[in-house]
């Protein structure tokens, strides 16, 4: 008789038994499932990654805003676990970082995913993550950011429309989908993202020609996840129609968004008294930004930000992320056998 085998591994051969949805996305990142948890700054930490990467998706660590001490912590406890995981990153603000992204690297993620740069920034980091040996995922919101992407040696692209929680532009998920598999063709899987939740989502996206769905505002409420109980509860209560485009969180913490870019949050005092005065409130940015540090400190729900996209009428609980990865999968399984049954021979 064998040595024990690990419970990771127990996890993931389970998971294997369970895969029914093949794609390029699974085949190419030796992954068992078509979901991806989007790797939220401060939501997505290791506990979250390694959760979904153990049900047999790909688990990322969120961290976006380059804080050295979070990706020591988080990507070290990733590591560890093993598996398909990786790290996601916002392209400009390792810009401003020096010595942060080959913190990162130094990690060695199986997989990098890169957002929200400029056409020079993709092809230096997709080059550098590409060098490092990691499979590289890019999010792109036009055509023409993929096909950059893609040129820069992209493994991946993860095509977000605009329904997502978050930062996006302005083209719905829908018709970017296919517009990116065109554009592209069949160079790379191409994920779908911004508006997706559960199976019925996943069916949709592969009916588009995708490879699979990365999901934020989903994951974000998981027992898992790094959100505080005022954000976690205030989402499961609220609604699509709750939720506002703002750049006033991007303000009032002096981060130098492309003003492309608008940030998908649950409306609430803050963002009613200044979405729409972004310079007024840089001009005051001194005297307001401590008030407001200090009530998200708090948990304050009425000041702090809470990213969320439009799937919010379908998420109303708080479950563990390894049932939000089956129950998509398995959601997703039987659409497709009912849609099979459509098609007359």
Not at 66 to 87: K, L, P, Y
Request: hydrophobic letters at 45%; one cysteine or more.
């Amino acid at each position: 008789m064998g040595p024990p085998v690990p419970k990771t591994e127990t996890a993931r051969a389970e998971n294997r038994r369970r895969n029914v949805i093949s794609t390029k996305l699974t085949e190419l990142l030796g992954i068992d499932h078509p979901v991806i948890c989007a790797p939220m700054g401060s939501v997505a930490g290791a506990r979250l990654a390694t959760a979904v990467t153990r049900a047999g998706g790909l688990g990322l660590v969120g961290v976006s805003y380059g804080d050295a001490a979070f990706i020591d912590e988080h990507m070290a406890r990733a590591a560890q676990d093993g598996g398909v995981w990786g790290a996601g990153c916002v392209m400009f603000t390792f810009d401003q970082r020096p010595g942060l992204w080959d913190k990162v690297l130094g990690y060695a993620p199986p997989v990098v995913a890169l957002s929200f740069g400029d056409f020079d920034q993709i092809r230096r980091y997709v080059s550098s993550a590409a060098a490092s040996g990691a499979h590289v995922v890019v999010q792109v919101h036009d055509t023409e950011q993929a096909v950059v992407a893609v040129e820069a040696g992209a493994s991946v692209l993860v095509a977000q429309g605009a329904e997502a929680g978050g930062h996006h532009k302005t083209l719905a998920t829908l018709p970017l989908v296919p517009a990116v598999l065109d554009a592209v063709e069949g160079a790379v899987p191409v994920v779908a993202a911004g508006g997706f939740a559960d199976g019925r989502g996943l069916a949709a996206a592969l009916a588009l020609g995708a490879d699979g769905v990365m999901m934020g505002t989903r994951f974000a409420l998981t027992e898992e996840s790094l959100a505080t109980e005022g954000f976690k509860k205030t989402l499961v209560s609220a609604s699509a129609t709750d939720t506002v485009n703002t750049r006033a969180f991007d303000v009032v913490r002096g981060i130098p968004w492309d003003e492309v870019y608008q940030a998908r949050s649950v409306s609430n005092d803050f963002t009613r008294e200044w979405t729409g005065r972004d310079a007024e409130l840089a001009a005051r940015r001194a005297e307001i930004e401590p008030r407001w540090t200090a009530a998200v400190a708090r948990d304050d729900t009425s000041q702090r930000a809470l990213f969320a996209g439009e799937v919010l009428d379908l998420v109303r609980d708080v479950r563990p992320a390894a049932d939000v990865v089956h129950r998509t999968v398995t959601e997703a399984e039987d659409v497709l056998r009912r849609l099979a049954t459509r098609v007359t021979p």
